[in-house]
């Protein structure tokens, strides 16, 4: 019989967020596969769990897939986890899920949990019925469109993941543009934060532009 790969949902950033059913999977899993064995690591000794914990990224090697492959038809059960919340929401991590669906006949298990994503938009008084996800905006090559493209979106709100390095030039990107900046979302210092993108910009500064941030523009 096939093993069975697991899509676990790990914390954004409070540890006490990971569910039960993530917690025994991870306890009963043969193998954890991590876009980053240092970050799995800490969650897995938070949780008292001691599992062999591969590294699987966007780098992955061919030889690293087959590897995969060949464990899940010895029947062995192999969780795969991000850095944070649900996996391949804007990570890597679906290329493995579309090699196994196309190689393997083992069963792909999602389990829910965490995702910024929502979790930003439950929290930001905006209708969410529909909206649009649009990852994090390119470094260099393409910004200026995405930012042009952003504009022209019909389904609201529209939201995407930045880094606090290029914070401030995605704020000023957005002018006048009335958004929610969700920062830190379930940590310490979390906010979530509403009003113009000029005045954000003001805002965001020094260490309140420090951390990780989720921006909707409704």
């Known amino acids: 019989m096939e093993g069975k790969l697991y899509i ?12 039960l059913r993530s917690i025994e999977t991870l306890k009963s899993a043969d193998l954890v596969l991590a876009e980053d064995t240092r970050v799995a690591g800490k969650l897995l000794s938070h949780l008292g769990v ?10 992955a090697s061919a030889a690293s897939y087959e590897k995969i492959k060949d464990l899940l038809a010895e029947g ?5 986890v991000s850095d944070a919340g649900t ?7 679906a290329k493995l899920v579309a090699f196994i669906r196309q190689n393997a006949q083992a069963d792909i298990i999602p389990l829910p949990g965490p995702s910024a994503v929502v979790t930003a938009l439950s929290a930001s008084g905006l209708n969410a019925d529909k909206f649009t996800f649009l990852g994090y905006p390119p470094h260099k090559k393409g910004r200026q469109t995405f930012f042009k493209e952003l504009a022209d979106i019909k389904v609201r709100p529209a939201v995407f993941y930045e880094s606090p390095h290029r914070l401030a030039k995605t704020l000023e990107a957005l ?3 009335e958004i929610v900046v969700c920062k830190e979302l379930t940590k310490l210092h979390e906010e979530v934060w509403r009003g113009k993108a000029s005045e954000a910009l003001e805002y965001f500064t020094k260490e309140k532009g ?4 989720v921006i909707i523009a409704p």
């Open 87 to 93: 996996p391949n929401i804007a990570d890597p991590g």
């Open 175 to 177: 002018g006048s543009a």
């Open 8 to 19: 676990v949902a790990t914390p954004i950033g409070n540890l006490g967020d990971i569910t």
């Open 76 to 80: 062995k059960n192999i969780a795969f």
């Open 50 to 59: 001691k599992k062999p914990v591969w590294r699987f990224d966007e780098y």
């Open 210 to 213: 420090k951390g990780e941030f």
